[in-house]
C-alpha cells in the first residue's frame, strides 16, 4: 500500500530500506512491542486480537486519507521486517512530529546503533521533503543512554527534559526530547548584508532593541562588514527550504565567554524557530571553544525569555533587562 500525497515515502539504504507499514508485519511488531513495554508508553502487552483490529481500522485509514495523522513504516533487511517506526504526534500546523522506532528485540544488544542510525538517516527525506515539517523529534524516557550519540551523530540536539516524566519501581525518571530542524546553520558573508538590514530595521525587532536609534543603512553595512571580518565574533544565518530564517551572533569578550545577539525574520516568528536558532547556535560556540554564554533582553521580550528559561539559562533580573547566563 501507498500513502496519498507522499513523496518520497520510502527509502533505501544498500540492504536495509523504509517503506509503508506492511500488514504482513503486524505480529512481529507485536511481539516487539510487548517485549520492550519497559520503555514504551504501553500499559498492558497486546494481544493478537487488538493489534488485527488496530491494522484492520487504524492503520489501512491512514493509506486512505490524504493528509493522515501519523505515517508508520516497516524497516527492512533484503525484504525482511527487522523493525518498524513512524511520524507520530503529527503537527501540520506547527510542522514537527514526534519519532518512534522499535526493532526486532533479539537484534537489539548487538547491532540497536547500526538500525537506529539507519532509521534516523532514512526517515529524514520523508519527513523534511516528502512532508515539508520544519521539526522532528523523539520524546524517550532516560532509560536507554545509547540512543543519545546516535541522535547527535545525526544532527539531533537536545531541547529540553522533562522531570518526573515516568515513575518507575519508586523512583521518578525524566524523559529527553532532541530535535532535528529542517535548517543548517552557515558562516555570514558580505552579501548578507541587505538582508540583516532589513530584519533589524523592522518594527517588530526594533521593539526589543536596547538601542533606539534609527539605523541608516551605509552605517548597518560597515558594521556589518566589521563584525564579518572580526575575529573575536562568531556570525551565523540559519537557513532552511522556507528561506533564510534569522542570525545569531557570538561577541567573544573573555576567555571562553560569548555575549549572544540573535534575531529572526518576522515572518518566521512564531514557529519555534527562536529555539532552533539558539540551540543550533550553542552547538557551534561549543565547537567553537566557548564554555560561557549570556544574552540579555527586555523584559517585555516574553518570547525571548521563554526560550533562554526553557534551554536552562540562569535568570538575573538587572535594572532595565534580563541576563541568561548558561555554562556548556
Known amino acids: 500500500m501507498k500513502y496519498l500525497q507522499l513523496n518520497p515515502q520510502s527509502g533505501q539504504l544498500g540492504p536495509y530500506s523504509l517503506v509503508p507499514i506492511r500488514m504482513e508485519d503486524r505480529e512481529d511488531i507485536r511481539r516487539w512491542r510487548n517485549e520492550q513495554m519497559y520503555h514504551l508508553r504501553q500499559n498492558s502487552p497486546l494481544s493478537q486480537e487488538q493489534q488485527d483490529l488496530y491494522f484492520s481500522t487504524v492503520v489501512k485509514g491512514l493509506f486512505e486519507e490524504p493528509n493522515p495523522s501519523q505515517y508508520l513504516f516497516s524497516y527492512l533487511h533484503k525484504g525482511n521486517c527487522i523493525g518498524y517506526g513512524g511520524l507520530v504526534h503529527l503537527d501540520r500546523e506547527r510542522g ?42 523523539t520524546y524517550a524516557y532516560d532509560l536507554r543512554p545509547h540512543l543519545y550519540p546516535i541522535l547527535e551523530n545525526a544532527e539531533f540536539l537536545r531541547e529540553v527534559v522533562i522531570p518526573n516524566a515516568l515513575s518507575e519501581n519508586g523512583s521518578s525518571i525524566p524523559a529527553l526530547v532532541h530535535s532535528r530542524w529542517n535548517a543548517t546553520l552557515r558562516k555570514a558573508r558580505p552579501e548578507d548584508a541587505a538582508l540583516t538590514f532589513k530584519w533589524a530595521v523592522s518594527p517588530e525587532v526594533r521593539a526589543h532593541s536596547f538601542s533606539q536609534e534609527v539605523i541608516r543603512w551605509e552605517g548597518h553595512e560597515a558594521w556589518f562588514k566589521a563584525k564579518t571580518n572580526d575575529s573575536n565574533c562568531l556570525y551565523y544565518l540559519m537557513e532552511s527550504p522556507f528561506g533564510v530564517l534569522g542570525s545569531i551572533r557570538f561577541d567573544l569578550k573573555g576567555t571562553g565567554m560569548g555575549w549572544i545577539s540573535y534575531l529572526l525574520d518576522p515572518q518566521f516568528h512564531g514557529q519555534g524557530w527562536g529555539i532552533a536558532l539558539l540551540l543550533m547556535g550553542q552547538k557551534e560556540a561549543r565547537c567553537a571553544g566557548l564554555q560561557q554564554l549570556i544574552g540579555e533582553v527586555m523584559p517585555e521580550n516574553s518570547a525571548s525569555c521563554a526560550i533562554f528559561a526553557k534551554l536552562e539559562y540562569e535568570k538575573e533580573v538587572l535594572f532595565d533587562r534580563i541576563r541568561y547566563t548558561k555554562f556548556l
Not at 528485540?105 to 547500526?114: Q, R, S
Not at 532514512?122 to 520544519?134: H, S
Open 96 to 137: 514537527s512530529a514526534e519519532l518512534s522506532f522499535i526493532m526486532n528485540t533479539a537484534l537489539e544488544a548487538k547491532e540497536f546503533g547500526l538500525h537506529w542510525g539507519n532509521y534516523l538517516q532514512l526517515i529524514q527525506p520523508i519527513a523534511f521533503e516528502g512532508l515539508k515539517l520544519r521539526k522532528i523529534f
